[in-house]
Nanobody, 126 residues
Framework: QVQLVESGGGLVQAGDSLRLSCAAS????????VAWFRQAPGKEREFVAA????????YYADSVKGRFTISRDNAKNTVYLQMNSLKAEDTAVYYC???????????????????WGPGTQVTVSS
């Protein structure tokens, strides 16, 4: 079965960097799009970044563009989210997600993903 496990979260100060990892198992990792979402207390889960299955093209939310970078290592079945210049408003639980039947127009919609990790907390103090 598909399993995703995030790691790398923590407490940092504004301006610092973190790298999150999402380790995948149970499916042919390289064939599927993987995305990062985040959810802050009292807010809806929102799209952060995605790396598309076939082209390896990357996509970002406007709020993180230029600061965050998503990448994948298919040999390690792992997707990374490098987060630089962190801000207090980046504080959230970060989740990775994947889906076997995702279409491009649904990439930013969390309900279109079938598989999720448990999440990792990122807290940025100002």
């Amino acid at each position: 079965q598909v399993q995703l496990v995030e790691s790398g979260g923590g407490l940092v100060q504004a301006g610092d960097s973190l790298r999150l990892s999402c380790a995948a198992s149970g499916y042919t990792f390289s064939r599927y799009t993987v995305a990062w979402f985040r959810q802050a207390p009292g807010k809806e889960r929102e799209f952060v970044a995605a790396i598309w299955r076939s082209t390896q093209n990357t996509y970002y939310a406007d709020s993180v563009k230029g600061r965050f970078t998503i990448s994948r290592d298919n040999a390690k079945n792992t997707v990374y989210l490098q987060m630089n210049s962190l801000k207090a408003e980046d504080t959230a639980v970060y989740y990775c997600a994947t889906d076997t039947g995702l279409i491009m127009s649904s990439m930013r919609t969390p309900t279109m993903y079938d598989y999720w990790g448990p999440g990792t907390q990122v807290t940025v103090s100002s």
